[in-house]
């Protein structure tokens, strides 16, 4: 599963031990089954990344400067998720 928020402690330990009790496992073995996270992405970082834009005359602009039809702000932000992975029934 994963979602725009993190999950929240009681949901994460039903689900652990709803696991634990089907599968039959100990504290030990329940951490390869039943794992969870963030995970980040961000489009554009304009800090390490640049994209140029050549122009017909010859001209080498930077993204940010070329256009004002690009939104680089928003893709510049990181998106972060939540994800937990565990056996379905």
């Known amino acids: 599963m994963i979602q ?5 402690k009681k949901q994460l330990e039903e689900i652990q031990q709803d ?3 089907n599968l039959e496992l ?22 390490r990344d640049t994209i140029k834009i050549l ?9 940010t400067e070329a256009s004002d039809h690009l939104n680089i702000q928003a893709l510049s932000k990181p998106v972060n998720k939540y994800y937990i992975c565990y056996p379905k029934k």
């Open 55 to 63: 122009f017909k005359n010859g001209d080498l602009k930077d993204v």
């Open 19 to 21: 696991i634990k009790r």
């Open 4 to 8: 725009n928020n993190s999950f929240e």
């Open 26 to 47: 100990s504290d030990d073995e329940l951490d390869y089954f039943v794992y969870y996270g963030k995970i980040s992405n961000q489009a554009y970082d304009a800090t």
